[in-house]
């Protein structure tokens, strides 16, 4: 059975960072793109950031470039987002997905966890 498990959530103020963690098991994801989206209250998921489990390819939403970064641990089988320099509009909760292709259209990830809260306060 397939499972993402994110943690690292939480309160933070403008300007303060976080580190999410999304734990994977059930699978081998060589073939995988990792990705991280989001959805605030209210409004539709969007699309963060993607990773490509072999190679590392990263991509970014443009809001994010510059102060988010994606990484994977291929040991660990876990897939991090560092978030630097938050902004009350990144206040939503963040989901890790596992997909085929490296696009940014959440119908294309098939394997999701079950999401982490980041509230970030101004």
């Known amino acids: 059975q397939v499972q993402l498990v994110e943690s690292g959530g939480g309160l933070v103020q403008t300007g303060g960072s976080l580190r999410l963690s999304c734990a994977l098991s059930?699978?081998?994801?060589?073939?995988?793109?990792m990705g991280w989206f989001r959805q605030a209250p209210g409004k539709e998921r969007e699309f963060v950031a993607a990773?490509?489990?072999?190679?590392?390819?990263?991509y970014y939403r443009n809001s994010v470039k510059g102060r988010f970064t994606i990484s994977r641990d291929i040991a660990k089988n876990a897939v991090y987002l560092q978030m630097n320099s938050l902004k009350p509009e990144d206040t939503a909760d963040y989901y890790c997905?596992?997909?085929?292709?490296?696009?940014?259209?959440?119908?294309?990830?098939?394997?999701w966890g079950q999401g982490t809260q980041v509230t970030v306060s101004s």
């Open positions: 059930g699978r081998t994801f060589s073939s995988y793109t």
């Open positions: 990773i490509k489990w072999t190679g590392g390819s990263t």
């Open positions: 997905a596992a997909g085929i292709a490296a696009t940014y259209d959440s119908g294309d990830y098939y394997y």
